[in-house]
């Protein structure tokens, strides 16, 4: 049971440059998020899908876009990368949206140059 | 709009030396109050949820608990590998799906 997967791991990108990150949870769970986290400031909300279909923004989604694929893949693209998005980014899940424990995955660490 | 405060920033404890994190909050309408541990680079490992005034939960050296405007965290006889940061988030009524997080607290246990 392996829980919430990200990949990469690690990446770097140019500005201007696009990618997606990939996130897997095995633990039938409704809800998937995607928060971004900085120095200096908590974790923050950028998108999430409340259950398999459908997607909401969160706090700062301005320069993302996502796909929930199926109920247990969902995926963030960033179009044009600039380094203002240089971040370390979490997917999360969990059971349903509300009032319920959001288990978050090992994080993917982008640098934009 | 919903407000996580942690404090201390940053925490030194002595192998045994017990001591509190404090969680200070503003939402509207508590869901839920999460504390989290958060190894460096790692993802954020959830240890409580609280719904209510008055609850109490603990595992092995933690005990958390909530009143209306915060939440302590606290650690008995901690030791070396208790050394984390730990996060708070509060899930508001009004917020959606969204947890609220709080920058956390670096501990530090030195044997």
Known sequence: NA??????????LKTGQSMTLQ???DMNHN???WYRQDPGMGL???????SEGTTDKGEVPNGYN????NKREFSLRLESAAPSQTSVYFCASSEVGSADTQ????GTRLTVL | EDQVTQSPEALRLQEGESSSLNCSYTVSGLRGLFWYRQDPGKGPEFLFTLYSAGEEKEKERLKATLTKKESFLHITAPKPEDSATYLCAV???LAGYALNFGKGTSLLVTP
Do not use: N
Not at chain 1, 3 to 12: A, D, N, W, Y
Not at chain 1, 44 to 50: D, G, K, M, N, V
């Open chain 1, 44 to 50: 923050r909300l950028i998108y999430y899908s409340a």
């Open chain 1, 66 to 69: 996502v796909s929930r694929l």
């Open chain 1, 23 to 25: 996130c897997a949870q």
């Open chain 2, 91 to 93: 899930q508001g009524r």
């Open chain 1, 31 to 33: 809800s998937m998020y």
């Open chain 1, 3 to 12: 829980g919430v997967t990200q990949t990469p791991k690690f990446q770097v």
């Open chain 1, 103 to 106: 288990y978050f995955g090992p």
